[in-house]
């Protein structure tokens, strides 16, 4: 059964930064890609970052240069680094992961992705 857990949210002050951790189980990550999305309040779920299976990556075009994904698979997990952050950052995160071998991966919200709970980033002065 897959599962996911996210940590690594919190308060933190605009210019700040986070590193958001996704811990998978049930899985391994040689089969999956994992995506990072966030959910603003009164906001649609938007698709912030993946990374496939074989280690390729994407980003939304408005956060590249801010965001750094990248994965652990000793650890069975894959981390978020979010650097100047602001405050149209705040939003719970999510990390979701598909079933997808190769070199590329989506953030499309359409994709039939197996969710975590999320974490709670908030981004405040």
């Known amino acids: 059964q897959v599962q996911l857990v996210e940590s690594g949210g919190g308060l933190v002050q605009p210019g700040g930064s986070l590193r958001l951790s996704c811990a998978a189980s049930g899985f391994t990550l040689d089969y999956y890609a994992i995506g990072w999305f966030r959910q603003a309040p009164g906001k649609e779920r938007e698709g912030v970052s993946c990374?496939?299976?074989?280690?390729?990556?994407n980003y939304v075009d408005s956060l590249k240069g801010r965001f750094t994904i990248s994965r652990d698979n000793a650890k069975n997990t894959v981390y978020l680094q979010m650097n100047s952050l602001k405050p149209e950052d705040t939003a719970v995160y999510y990390c979701?992961?598909?079933?997808?071998?190769?070199?590329?991966?989506?953030?499309?919200?359409?994709?039939?992705?197996?969710w975590g709970q999320g974490t709670q980033v908030t981004v405040s002065s």
């Open positions: 979701a992961a598909d079933r997808l071998i190769g070199s590329g991966c989506s953030i499309a919200t359409t994709r039939a992705w197996d």
């Open positions: 990374i496939s299976s074989s280690g390729g990556i």
